[in-house]
């Protein structure tokens, strides 16, 4: 069923930590990155001040960085290409497609799936191009269900009455059945999104009559349940949509909803990960010791590091914020979140990524 563990807020109550002490000398000398970004280098439009400096710090005069870095996000974005050059101009360093990790960037990995008809919910105009970027050849938008089958979308009073007939054609699109479903990233008419998730989930992805056999296979990218823009309280995420439908989909059919995770804190994408870390410390001809996992979501950043014997690094730059623990180790904190009772320790805290970075390279 859906895990509690991938959808909880961040954690604000600090239960103890300990004064950290001359840093420099307890960081190794050989070492990789694995970053987040949203709340991390950048909030909203702004990067975060020090981080540009840091950067700078890790890289060579030509802009290289001289370290094996990842940068680990759970966003989405039109390619790995796309946000390897936005983040080059952000951070002014040069930055290439193969130290980008976005959210649905290990559905690369999940190669049966390739040849099947699957239907991608989300947001974009590039989410089908990007489906097939991924090594997807038959991909479904809910824009493409819209046109053939206009009569599934009636929440809307002004959909319904301009529909011609509400009962569905004898003749499906070629399309059908849909043999899995992705959730990409968060859709944006979430109305219509879980209605059509509904019909394929309760009917084995056929749209006739209900199925009571297992469950369509579904992945979710994007455990998040909120995330940090510049606005002043949390936004709303993709594990937030996902929430919803599992509670919907339990309601209606009495089962839980099955969910195969993508994006961090999952094995899936940790794996991915530190394989293309330790591939540019080859090329770099190093070997990493030590691999520190910043983050400002302890639930997925913390979590995933600790989870994956990493050094974790929380940041109070973005959704967690605690201007009392800058250079410390071991923060132990508990989530608001009512469905977890364990507290999570941070190895390594600091007020940005550019004061922790500052410290290792002392």
């Known amino acids: 069923g859906i895990n509690a563990e991938y959808g909880r807020r961040c954690c604000q109550s600090v239960v103890s930590s300990q004064p950290l002490r001359s840093l420099s000398r307890s960081l190794s000398s050989s070492f990789g990155l694995l970053v987040d970004i949203d709340g991390v280098l950048i909030r909203g439009a702004r990067t975060i001040p020090g981080t540009v400096e840091a950067f700078r710090r890790l890289s060579d005069g030509r802009g290289n960085l001289k370290h094996p870095v990842v940068f680990l996000t759970n966003g989405s974005y039109r390619s790995e290409q796309a946000k390897a050059e936005e983040l080059s101009d952000k951070l002014k360093v040069n930055i290439r497609g193969d130290q980008i990790v976005l959210v649905n960037t290990p559905l690369r990995t999940f190669t049966d799936w390739h040849d099947r008809n699957v239907f991608f919910a989300g947001q974009g105009s590039s989410l089908c191009s990007t489906a097939q970027d991924l090594g997807f050849k038959r991909p479904v938008v809910l824009s493409d269900v819209m046109r053939d089958i206009p009569m599934f979308n009636v929440i809307s009073h002004r959909n319904r009455l301009a529909l011609k007939s509400g009962v569905l054609p004898d003749k499906l699109p070629d399309y059908l059945p849909i043999h899995g479903i992705v959730i990409a990233n968060t859709p944006v008419d979430w109305d219509a999104h879980v209605q059509f998730l509904l019909d394929l989930l309760l009917t084995r992805g056929e749209l006739r009559a209900s199925n009571k056999e297992a469950q369509l296979p579904l992945i979710a990218c994007n455990p998040d349940l909120v995330w940090a823009s510049e606005y002043h309280l949390p936004r709303l995420a993709c594990g937030a949509f996902v929430h919803m439908l599992a509670a919907l989909y339990e309601e209606m059919s009495g089962r839980k909803l099955e969910v195969t995770w993508c994006g961090k804190p999952t094995e899936v994408t940790y794996t991915y990960a530190l394989k293309m870390l330790h591939d540019q410390a080859a090329a770099l001809g190093q070997q990493v010791d030590e691999v520190y996992g910043i983050g400002d979501n302890v639930d997925v950043d913390v979590m995933g ?21 800058d250079l410390t180790r071991n923060v132990t904190v508990r989530s608001k979140r009512a469905s977890v009772t364990e507290p999570i320790t ?8 550019g004061r922790f970075i500052d410290h290792i390279l002392e």
């Open 305 to 325: 590091a600790n989870n994956h014997h990493l050094n974790s690094v929380l940041v109070c730059s973005g959704l967690y914020k605690n201007e009392k623990i």
């Open 346 to 353: 941070a190895d390594y805290t600091a007020s940005t990524i």
